[in-house]
């Protein structure tokens, strides 16, 4: 048999460093760099993009990711990723940030640049966790979620609710698209993918700001299996942050 | 062709001096007393195709600093001292990623919301590096408006030059006064040299990063912070600058800096008209500091008097320099009251006389 009868269909995406991750087993981060990077590839962005990677477990995506990063302190994704994309409009930028890095620390970074219609994009984690520390509460843990800043579990009274950033973003005039999406099953992955590209899109065509949340599992700071992680994403976190399209203005044809 | 004479408000002067040294991006937070400053650059920048923007916080602003040095441009923030405050976090980030940027600060009394009058007592925290890690920041003192058309020049040539953050420090006063200025020529911002660290896009070459943490088992940031130190030691060595004002016979010097020493120097005439021999040693750079000079200067029969609008904070620097080789006095009025130039000759008449009635005897 010749090598021609051989076809490659599956690689990895150019935008992504042919190096090995520090996740953990099961986490999200590794399927949620690869749908960007696939996305980035199939829409010819690569060599024009700039990233910003958030504090937290993607904090070294910069090692990962094979093109253009600069790293923003804690929470300040957005307003760095602001300063580039001012001086670079005709590039790609894109942020990458965690529910700590987004919704706790960098609430006013985020939702200013959103209500500026800054022409970005941002992938938003949220694994109802924080993830790098070492599992304390994070603004999206669920109530009785027990991290190891909330023992006896997220208590309403002490703590308040569960943060949904992504509907606080869609009341402001700036947002043109905000999906949430998960990736615990193939099929989350593949819609994932579909919001990404139109999120992305979004930013190609100058419309304003664009959001991606993915419900991401954290198996070790959960102290879950991956296999419950998934689970857990099914079963309790999508009661408090349902899947679907939170604002969509693009007019895109799915 | 060179520029005609102007009169212009301070904070107005280092806008447009800004816009002439190349800068087009300017992000900011309003705080009195230096909102003439950003409100000067809300409509010119957009005059020279450049872009203002009210951050929603001193925090934001200075990222969005951090983010456009990052794709290459020159940028500037502006701010007075609890702003500059909330800057800190974003500067000690410039520094660990060797990211070029300016910082005004134009200063105010403190501590906490202190008030809005004049004042400078940030010189700790602008000359130690006032947030975070080992680093250091070029910090550039005008006494006239004139001056700080200049050095607003030469902070961005030193940012871009060293790739640091540089801070323009003034005070209520210089920013709100007006004087005569003749401005710098304009710089076309494209005919500045192209920097090979910015992110660009990875077009035509191997992706960048621009990053300060380093995680490495060996010794990485420790190199890095050697890297920072090595670069420090060549501004140290190449960027001093310092005024002297009738030194020669001096029999007593004043030290002083920004308003202080326009204060100061009045007095200074004062005494000479009394054929008093008192001269004036003014530093333009606070970091670094020029101590040699001073030290040059520092003799057993010189007395040396440090005049601050603080209760005391350069004159620790002058301390390091002077050692035991003169006595020193020391006279501050802070809180955001300025002293009158009577005031500071009734301090150097004091100190030469030795009776302590104004200001006090500072023990190495």
């Known amino acids: 048999m010749s090598e021609a009868a051989y076809k490659q269909v599956f690689r990895r995406p150019e935008s992504l460093k042919d190096v090995p991750t520090h996740y953990c087993p099961g986490c999200g981060h590794s399927v ?3 749908l960007v990077a696939e996305v980035l590839d199939e829409m010819g962005l690569r060599e024009q993009t700039i990233g910003v990677p958030p504090v937290g477990c993607a904090v070294l995506a910069y090692n990962y990711f094979n093109f253009d990063m600069v790293e923003a302190p804690h929470g300040r994704a957005l307003a760095v990723a602001t300063g580039v994309k001012r001086v670079l409009p005709d590039k790609f930028v894109l942020t990458y940030q965690g529910d700590g890095d987004l919704a706790a620390i960098g609430t006013a970074e985020t939702i200013h640049a959103a209500n500026r219609g800054e022409n970005i994009s941002c992938i938003f984690i949220n694994n109802a966790i924080y993830g790098m520390t070492g599992g304390q509460m994070a603004p999206t843990t669920l109530i009785g979620g027990t991290s190891t800043t909330t023992p006896g579990g997220r208590d309403a009274s002490r703590d308040g ?3 949904d950033i992504s509907q606080m973003l869609a009341v402001c005039d700036g947002t043109v698209f905000i999906e949430r999406c998960t990736l615990n099953s193939f099929k989350g992955v593949k819609k994932a993918k579909k919001a990404i590209r139109k999120c992305f899109q979004a930013q190609v065509d100058g419309l304003g700001f664009g959001l991606v949340e993915l419900l991401s599992p954290c198996p070790t700071n959960m102290k879950q299996t991956p296999q419950q992680a998934w689970e857990f994403i099914d079963n309790e976190m999508m ?5 679907g399209v939170i604002k969509d203005t693009t007019g895109y044809e799915d | 062709m060179p520029s005609e004479k102007v009169l212009m408000r301070g904070s ?6 800004a816009v002439r040294a190349g800068c087009r ?3 900011g937070y309003p705080i009195t007393p230096q909102n003439e400053l950003p409100e000067y650059l809300s409509w010119r920048l957009p005059e020279v195709g450049g872009t203002f923007i009210q951050a929603e916080s001193e925090v934001s602003a200075i990222n969005m600093v951090l983010g456009a040095a990052a794709a290459g441009a020159r940028a500037l923030t502006s701010s007075s001292s609890p702003g500059v405050s909330l800057k800190q976090e974003g500067i000690s980030y410039l520094a660990g990623q060797e990211l070029p940027a300016v910082i005004a600060n134009m200063m105010r009394g403190g501590p906490g919301l202190g008030n809005i009058a004049a004042s400078a007592a940030d010189y700790f925290q602008a000359t130690r590096g006032g947030a975070h890690g080992d680093y250091r920041t070029p910090v550039l003192a005008p006494d006239s408006c004139q001056e700080l058309a200049e050095l607003t020049f030469t902070a961005f040539d030193l940012a871009d030059k060293y790739r640091t953050p540089v801070m323009l420090l003034g005070d209520g006063l210089i920013g709100q ?10 710089i076309d911002p494209a005919d ?5 660290y910015i992110v660009d896009g990875c077009a035509g070459r191997e992706p960048r990063a621009i990053f300060s943490m380093l995680l490495g088992q060996q010794g990485e940031l420790m190199q890095h912070n050697f890297k920072l130190q090595a670069k420090y030691d060549e501004i140290t060595a190449n960027e001093l600058r310092w005024d002297e004002y009738l030194i020669e016979d001096a029999e007593i010097i004043a030290v002083a800096y920004g308003s202080a020493s326009r204060i100061i120097r009045a007095a200074v005439d004062e005494l000479r008209a009394e054929g008093i021999k008192a001269g004036l040693f003014r530093p333009i750079t606070l970091w670094p ?3 040699q000079a001073l030290r040059d200067l520092a003799k057993s029969d010189v007395k040396i008097a440090v005049f601050e609008l603080s209760a005391g904070q350069m004159v620790e620097d002058v301390m390091l320099s002077v050692g035991e080789r003169a006595e020193i006095d020391f006279y501050g009025v802070p809180g955001g009251v300025i002293p009158t130039p009577a005031d500071a000759a009734a301090f150097l008449r004091s100190s030469l006389a030795g009776d302590g009635k104004v200001g006090r005897r500072i023990a190495i």
């Open chain 1, 239 to 243: 009661a408090t942050f349902p899947l």
């Open chain 2, 177 to 186: 006064v007006m004087e005569p200025v003749v401005l710098p020529d304009p």
């Open chain 2, 25 to 27: 991006y300017f992000f």
């Open chain 2, 192 to 196: 500045l040299p192209p920097k090979d």
């Open chain 2, 289 to 291: 500091y020029p101590k």
């Open chain 1, 32 to 34: 949620a760099h690869r």
């Open chain 2, 12 to 17: 107005d002067t280092l806008a447009e001096a």
């Open chain 1, 161 to 163: 609710k569960p943060i």
